[in-house]
């Protein structure tokens, strides 16, 4: 009889220890990882977020198409120093439009590579959280057997 109790606690400790094994992985390595698959979101955060009680992830909205920037109208004027003037200041301008472009695509990268941690945060928590419950759930009906079993053995 004791030795029911005895891998019953073992079988939970290690139950456990996988459980946070798992969750730190998912959180320490969610920046290294490619986009959650369609299967995961359907599955952790569309199904069994709303079953563990978590709240839906945001939508974020980080547009940087250069399309959607509102352009503005300028005043031309004709530069003092004439022409060699104008094509050393297209080029300067060229120079920096690419720069800027080189830019945005560097934060374009970063903004997907956070959304995509973010994403498998969120499944690192709704794998946690579920976890919790079926361990709790363990716990209470583990109790409850043991108490059952002892006090039947103890009535006889």
Known sequence: MNYVFFYLCLALMVASLLETILITNLHS??????????????????????????????PKEHSTDPNAAVEEGGVYMNP?????????????????GRDVQAIRR??????????????????????????????AVFIIVSFVGMIC????????
Do not use: C
Request: charged share 20%.
């Open 29 to 58: 390595s969610s920046r290294r990882r490619a986009p959650v698959p369609r299967w995961v979101r359907v599955v952790f955060l569309g199904t069994l977020e709303r079953l563990v009680g978590l709240p839906p992830m945001p």
């Open 80 to 96: 003092p120093g004439g022409k060699h003037l104008v094509d050393t200041t297209l080029d300067a301008l060229r120079t920096l």
């Open 106 to 135: 560097q934060v374009d990268r970063q903004q997907r590579g956070n959304h995509n941690s973010e994403e498998w945060t969120q499944v690192a928590g709704v794998i946690d959280r579920f976890l919790f419950w079926l361990y």
């Open 149 to 156: 079993i002892w006090a039947f053995s103890y009535s006889k």
